[in-house]
């Protein structure tokens, strides 16, 4: 009996541990839910009291102990409606507020804006009112409700935000005096095109007249000065004789007259100097190239923002892109994104690789998410064919070993894509490492896994557009990498929309077949050529392609094949496949690859043989090590 009372203590004190952490969760997904209920949203949220929020809710992020909710990001969602009190505001923990770009009226709820770990306040591009709530997050830095209806003063609250960095009012219909804001870690302040009016506060005299324009009632620096009160007459001299006073006036009306054309010659030679610096800086920004190495940028209508590994674009911090609203960030059906083009272009960004068809970019959104961004390079179509293509790259993305496209977007002198993220980097990496990181041994059995997994998705893709779609672009560095390595193919579905095919110094050369080389035209039977370079890539250790500085094989089937005609078959094989006790299965995978990267096209077997193949391979137990007896197995191969 002693033992049982013993045993549910624990028991107890589990229950009262967790209790407390299911109730909070539970109570912020109820205020979700009623935040839902009450504002219409055009674009379905995938919100359910029985999904669980903090994995499957869209725009939703928890903290890692999955307590309570901190971030809520909603922009560009078609919401309708105002927000309800005792809603958000009941998300103690909430640290990031985006609802912008979308459709919400009336005021912004007290018990919002005073959510006291709140720091980023995004609710830009709405139809927003009344006026700005007193009761302020103390904790904010990022305060922006511009090209808004809001009226009234600004609030005097803002003064106590020592925190905040960005303010942004522009566009609303505040009037009234500007207070005096001393705020010490404030960069970037906009209170442009309101009603505002008096003598701008010593403080923010030094932000630029674009700050304030479009205030016809303010004054002082850096716009035009305050007109100030007439003085008082002074008294008046005695008579003078009236021969001196003309003779007096004459002189002083000469050096006025020097005086003012001095100075209107001054104006012009300014106003000439100006205008030539503004038409220079212009000229230099136009031929300004993309940095090499780590900083790069990425265009969006025009408009160059700086992306760096690990740094966040400055100059488009704002929201500025007002124009995202005609071509905008479409994501497809299924994906759980929920950020913008304005989002996108203020995340940190660094390089993952320059491909045939663009480059491609890793983006970490303020939120921590991180997605992948391909640019792709200049290309003349129109909006609908190109809609149409990633729509149905998207729907062939509906297989677990493609990599699925999770939206793009158009215009006339930009195209993105955005993908998930493979953590675990590419095939090409794991074989071959790359400049920051070295080969990893890898055994056999995992090999196998990763290009059995690939064939299946390029099976899948040849099967689209009733069995007539190609990849275009098979190889190492396109078998990405995730999890426990799941396989995913990408970067396919492009070669038909690209003006001209990619010449043979874009390509990975070493990948393609003879045919491809001449005529430009990518078939499923090219898509099986260059699978079979894989596998030989995979078979030797060696990449396909000449690196500079190296003497690294440039066409691998022809060295493969001369030798084993010359019955060095060991020679073949990696080192580290070599220490593999079961040879003969690594003479059939040499088998297979051959057989793929046959001369003649239709001498090449379909993907589902190879995949049956493969499968034929009987492995042994995973990646054990032989004996020493078994590593120096010499072995001769016949070449079909």
């Not at 219909?173 to 906009?190: T, V, Y």
């Not at 272009?345 to 491909?355: F, Q, T, W, Y």
């Not at 793009?408 to 071959?432: C, I, P, Q, R, W």
């Not at 392609?545 to 060095?568: A, Y």
Request: with cysteine.
């Amino acid at each position: 009996m002693s033992h049982q009372k013993l045993t549910s203590i624990p028991i107890l004190v589990l229950l009262f541990l967790t209790t407390p952490i299911i109730a909070d969760l539970n109570a912020e997904k109820q205020a979700l839910l009623a935040f839902a209920v009450v504002v219409i949203h055009g674009r379905k949220l995938n919100w359910s009291f029985d999904t669980p929020v903090c994995s499957s809710w869209a725009g939703v992020k928890c903290a890692l102990d999955k307590r309570h909710v901190i971030a809520l990001r909603l922009p560009g969602s078609d919401l309708l409606g105002s927000i309800p009190a005792n809603t958000i505001g009941k998300l103690k923990s909430l640290q990031v507020l985006s609802l912008r770009s979308n459709g919400l009226v009336f005021n912004v709820p007290s018990d919002v804006t005073s959510l006291s770990s709140l720091h980023s306040l995004f609710l830009q591009n709405n139809k927003l009112s009344g006026e700005i709530p007193n009761s302020l997050s103390a904790d904010l830095t990022h305060f922006d409700l511009s090209y808004n209806s809001f009226t009234g003063e600004i609030p005097l609250a803002i003064q106590n935000l020592t925190r905040l960095k960005v303010l942004y009012l522009q566009n609303n219909m505040l009037s009234g005096p500007i207070p005096e804001l001393k705020l010490p870690k404030l960069m970037r302040l906009n209170l442009s095109f309101n009603n505002l009016s008096g003598p701008i506060p010593m403080s923010l005299q030094n932000f630029p007249k674009e700050s304030f324009l479009g205030n016809s009632l303010l004054c002082g620096p850096p716009l035009e000065p305050c007109t100030g009160i007439p003085p008082s007459p002074s008294p008046s001299p005695p008579a003078i004789p009236t021969e001196n006073k003309k003779g007096f006036w004459d002189k002083l009306s000469l050096k006025v007259i020097i005086a003012v054309a001095a100075g209107v010659l001054a104006l012009m030679l300014l106003v000439i100097i100006v205008l030539l610096l503004c038409i220079l800086k212009t000229k230099s920004r136009t031929n300004t190239k993309s940095a090499k190495g780590k900083t790069n940028t990425i265009s969006a209508k025009g408009k160059d923002v700086q992306v760096a590994r690990g740094e966040i674009p400055k100059d488009d911090y704002s929201s500025g892109v007002q124009a995202a609203e005609k071509n905008k960030l479409v994501f497809f059906e299924g994906s759980s994104y929920n950020f913008d083009l304005e989002d996108l272009l203020r995340a940190s960004a660094e390089i993952l690789g320059k491909g045939s068809y663009g480059t491609t970019y890793k983006a970490v959104l303020e939120d921590g998410t991180t997605v992948v961004v391909k640019r792709l390079k200049e290309m003349v179509i129109g909006k609908r064919e190109f809609v149409q293509q990633m729509e149905i790259i998207a729907r062939l993305g509906a297989h677990p070993n493609v990599l699925a496209l999770r939206g793009y977007y158009f215009s006339k002198d930009e195209k993105l894509m955005v993908y998930d993220y493979a953590s675990n980097g590419s095939f090409s990496t794991l074989l071959h490492g790359d400049a920051t990181t070295t080969r990893t041994q890898v055994g056999w059995f995992s090999r196998v896994k990763i290009v059995h997994a690939a064939a299946h998705g390029i099976a899948h893709i040849h099967a689209g557009g009733n069995g007539r779609f190609v990849h275009g672009n098979i190889k190492s560095s396109n078998v990405l990498l995730s999890g426990e390595l799941d396989v995913c193919i990408a970067d396919f579905g492009l070669a038909s929309i690209m003006n001209t095919p990619a010449s043979t110094s874009q390509l990975a050369v070493g990948y393609r077949a003879p045919e491809t080389i001449q005529s430009g035209k990518f078939t499923q039977r090219s898509d099986i050529y260059s699978f079979g370079v894989l596998l030989l890539e995979m078979l030797t250790g060696k990449a396909p392609l000449q690196s500079p500085g190296r003497d690294d094989i440039m066409d691998l089937p022809r060295w493969v094949q001369s030798v084993v005609r010359e019955e060095w078959t060991a020679e073949v094989f990696d080192v580290e496949l070599l220490r593999f006790h079961n040879v003969e299965e690594l003479i059939q995978m040499l088998q297979i690859a051959m057989a793929c990267v046959a001369r003649a096209p239709q001498q090449r077997p379909k993907m589902e043989e190879v995949i049956r193949m493969i499968e034929e391979i009987r492995l042994t137990e995973p990646d054990v090590l032989p004996s020493s007896g078994d590593r120096s197995k010499q072995v001769n191969v016949q070449i079909p």
